[in-house]
């Protein structure tokens, strides 16, 4: 398992940007598909964006299509989450989370501290 650790969140006003990031410890990182989960306070985690090992597929939760980007650069070891018009309703703590494919929740996984987002309207 690889251990991740996620930075980039703050605090932002409605339809600004934030860019979160999530570095794993090692190369082993390339054999995992890498997800972006959030958690709103009194909610269950849900899945926001997740990609394929090689890039080759991306998702997303219909509530962030068109202004959330999932990315990754195997080089170095690092998962993105580009999230542009932010909305109060997007903010949450996230999580990135690695496993086998997209939406997989195993003991395979790891899972990051998470990175408060907070949005004033």
């Known amino acids: 398992q690889v251990q991740l650790v996620e930075s980039g969140g703050g605090l932002v006003q409605s339809g600004w940007s934030l860019r979160l990031s999530c570095v794993a410890s090692?190369?082993?990182?390339?054999?995992?598909?890498m997800m972006w989960y959030r958690q709103r306070p009194g909610s269950k985690r849900e899945l926001v964006a997740g990609?394929?090992?090689?890039?080759?597929?991306?998702k997303y939760a219909d509530a962030v299509k068109g202004r959330f980007t999932i990315s990754r650069d195997n080089a170095k070891n690092t998962a993105y989450l580009q999230m542009t018009d932010l909305k109060p309703e997007d903010a949450a703590v996230y999580y990135c989370?690695?496993?086998?494919?997209?939406?997989?929740?195993?003991?395979?996984?790891?899972w990051g501290q998470g990175t408060q987002v907070t949005v004033s309207s």
């Open positions: 989370h690695a496993d086998l494919d997209i939406g997989d929740i195993s003991s395979f996984g790891s």
């Open positions: 990609i394929t090992k090689a890039s080759t597929t991306t």
């Open positions: 090692d190369s082993a990182f390339e054999r995992y598909a």
